[in-house]
């Protein structure tokens, strides 16, 4: 579903990526790991869009999306949350949640403030639609709470309802256990399942290997930069390699 072909990224004189390959495959959640400073968020980066890789191509169902911004990417059915939660604080859960169902509205500007008919029939469906996602996510009693008011664990969800209202094919989730407790991230590792059986494709950058091992089922090793390993949790844990860029060669 997705190909990253001969990624690199040079900042500078700092070489970030050099020539990273892999594929993904539909309907899997895959794993992409490493040490502080593998690159793993310039990759996310690169591949959904806040980046132009310096060289290398990456394919969405076959399609080259090399250098297409974010939006374009949300169109085509590919979104990402982010390690620092992005959210507009000052509107209200649900609303932030409709936010993500904008490529299925066609209301413009002056139709939405003039408050047409057909405007106002799109926007309740919308925010029915938004209702749904906060419910999957489990947050359906915060929807009128500002979402600036919310705890982290609850914004960490709010982030993915959001992602989820675009109806993705595939999601790229960066760090999404980060700052999150045992409870939390025990309910999170539940939430991915679902996303994938929903048919969507995950794809997250991680450091809890507990959470990584436990649902993924490929990994992508990467090291300074280049992809160290890839293959199956097992596999990966047993790989020597591995083991020696997280604890050294002793």
């Known amino acids: 579903m997705l190909e990253v072909s001969g990624i690199t990224q040079i900042f500078g004189g700092v070489t970030a990526l050099e020539d990273v390959s892999f594929s993904i495959n539909r309907g899997e959640i895959t794993g992409v790991i490493g040490p502080n400073g593998a690159g793993k968020t310039t990759l996310f980066n690169i591949i959904s869009g806040i980046y132009t890789q310096t060289s290398g191509r990456v394919f969405l169902n076959g399609r080259e999306i090399s250098g297409l911004p974010p939006e374009k990417l949300a169109h085509l059915k590919m979104v990402r949350t982010f390690q620092n939660i992005e959210l507009f604080g000052g509107m209200t859960v649900l609303e932030n949640v409709m936010v993500g169902l904008h490529t299925r509205s066609s209301s413009g500007l002056l139709a939405c403030s003039l ?136």
């Not at 982030?159 to 407790?181: F, K, S, T, W, Y």
């Not at 929903?198 to 280049?226: K, Y």
């Open 115 to 250: 408050r047409m008919p057909w405007s106002r029939v799109e926007e309740s469906g919308i925010r029915e639609a938004a209702m749904k996602w906060l419910e999957f996510t489990g947050i359906t009693d915060l929807a009128d709470m500002t979402a600036g008011n919310l705890p982290f664990g609850k914004g960490r969800m709010l982030e993915i309802a959001r992602a989820l209202a675009v109806e993705p094919e595939i999601i790229l989730m960066d760090e999404p256990a980060a700052g999150l407790n045992s409870q939390e991230t025990l309910g999170l590792a539940r939430l991915i399942r679902q996303i994938r059986d929903l048919g969507i494709t995950v794809v997250l950058v991680e450091h809890d290997m507990e959470l990584v091992m436990d649902i993924c089922e490929r990994i992508v090793v990467l090291n300074l930069g280049r992809k160290l390993a890839e293959g199956s949790p097992r596999e990966i844990q047993d790989n020597p390699e591995v083991i020696a860029a997280y604890l050294g060669d002793e």
